[in-house]
C-alpha cells in the first residue's frame, strides 16, 4: 500500500508526464492540493517510489538557466500505476456509503 504522499507524487507524475522533474512535481502537488510542500519531501518521495521500482528516473540534458547543471526526469512505470489504481479503489470503497465524497470539480476536458 502507498502512503497519502506518495499518492500525490505518483498522480502528479502521471499529470505532467515526460515533463516530470521535481520542482515541476512539487508545484504540481502545491497547485492542485493546496498544500505546502517542500522540495526535499519530494526529493525523499521519489527516491522511496523508485527503490520500490513503481518510478524511473534519468538525468536531462544540461541547460543554461541551470548553469550548465542536468535536470533529474521521472517517469512512473507500469506497477506504480497499477498501485495508484490500487489505491483509489481502496479509498472509494471505504468511503462509499458514508455520505462524505464531495462532487469533484472537473477541469474542461473531464481531466480532474
Known amino acids: 500500500m502507498l502512503g497519502e504522499f506518495e499518492q500525490l507524487v505518483l498522480m502528479a507524475l502521471m499529470r505532467l ?18 498544500r505546502s510542500v517542500s522540495a526535499g519531501t519530494v526529493y525523499r518521495a521519489l527516491l522511496r517510489l523508485e527503490s520500490k521500482g513503481l518510478v524511473s528516473s534519468w538525468e ?20 506504480g500505476r497499477r498501485m495508484v489504481a490500487e489505491s483509489l479503489a481502496v479509498l472509494g470503497r471505504m468511503a462509499e456509503g458514508l455520505g462524505i465524497v464531495p462532487d469533484l470539480p472537473t477541469t474542461p476536458g473531464g481531466t480532474g
Open 17 to 34: 508526464g515526460e515533463a516530470a522533474y521535481g520542482v515541476s512535481v512539487q508545484e504540481e502537488i502545491e497547485r492542485r492540493s493546496g
Open 60 to 79: 536531462g540534458e544540461p541547460t543554461p538557466e541551470r548553469g550548465g547543471r542536468r535536470k533529474r526526469h521521472y517517469r512512473v512505470l507500469p506497477e
